[in-house]
């Protein structure tokens, strides 16, 4: 069977249906970076600290509503769950942003948040945790974050952007790359429509919940290279791999956002 043929087969047999999981009245939470430390000890000595930018609503005003922030896996459940009030921990800051503070982190352990305009309209937001009880179990990716502040906002952090420190005591998740030029070569063109269809499907399950499966052309933000077929296979929000192939190149990718052995690369191409 030609080599882009059985490409094709082998996606349609492992595809799954993907569903939107995140609440359609959401504003997204872009460019999000969480990272979390001590899941060395059982004590509450954790840290967190969560960076994202999202565009506010009309109304909006922490220092008098306060804002809410969940961090849950639909595995083992609730692991932040903050209520920050409004009041006198917040202050108004001269670039028109927002700043709290509480060292003694009496709201959920949220010690520290900035939020700061930005020439696009949006809002960076930080909010810094400390002396927590966040890293409870390693088993907490994928991970839904809902910020109500006071609209809803929300993002989930994949497992294939979730990576444990060598040590296992932090985990950091950061958001997708930015699409790659791929190169002239039918071969460079079939590894890096692999990686930008990834860094797309990774993009995907941010905004909807859910991995998407199918050809990749249905990946907003993605766009094949001349030639190149690429299909990918989903389950649910928990992994995924896209295939790649062209008739012009001597070989074909796998790139797998779970491979079998930590150690094994994420892109093979044979």
């Known amino acids: 069977m030609h080599r882009a043929a059985t490409v094709v087969v082998l996606v349609l047999a492992l595809s799954f ?10 504003r997204p939470l872009a460019d999000a970076t969480l990272v979390v430390n001590g899941f060395a000890t059982d004590l509450a000595d954790d840290a967190l600290r969560l960076s994202a930018t999202l565009t506010p609503p009309a109304a909006f005003d922490p220092a008098v509503a306060g804002f809410t922030l969940v961090l849950e896996n639909e595995f083992t459940s609730r692991f932040v769950d903050a209520v920050v009030p409004g009041g006198g921990d917040w202050r108004a800051t001269a670039n028109g942003g927002w700043s709290y503070r509480d060292p003694s982190g009496a709201a959920g352990a949220i010690s520290r948040v900035k939020i700061k305009p930005l020439r696009d309209g949006t809002l ?15 088993d907490i990716v994928p991970i839904h974050v809902s910020l109500l502040i006071p609209d809803c906002a929300e993002v989930y952090l994949s497992t294939s952007r979730c990576r ?18 791929c190169g002239a070569t039918a071969e460079q063109q079939v590894r890096c429509d692999a990686l930008n269809a990834a860094a797309a499907e990774d993009a995907y399950l941010a905004v909807h919940g859910a991995y998407y499966s199918g050809d990749c052309i249905g990946l907003p933000g993605f766009t094949p ?3 190149v077929i690429c299909l990918v296979a989903a389950a649910l929000d928990l992994e995924y791999s896209v295939v790649t192939a062209s008739p012009y190149a001597s070989v074909s990718c796998v790139y797998s956002s779970h491979p079998d052995h930590p150690d094994d690369p994420n892109l093979v191409c044979s």
């Not at 960076?124 to 390693?138: H, K, L, P």
């Not at 444990?164 to 030029?181: E, I, K, V």
Request: charged residues 25%.
């Open 17 to 26: 249906a993907a569903a939107t999981r995140l609440h359609a009245d959401c």
């Open 124 to 138: 960076a937001i930080r909010i810094d945790g400390r002396r927590g009880d966040y890293a409870r179990s390693t």
């Open 164 to 181: 444990f420190a060598a040590s296992g005591n932090t985990l950091r998740c950061s958001p997708p790359p930015a699409q790659r030029r």
């Open 225 to 227: 290279s001349p030639g």
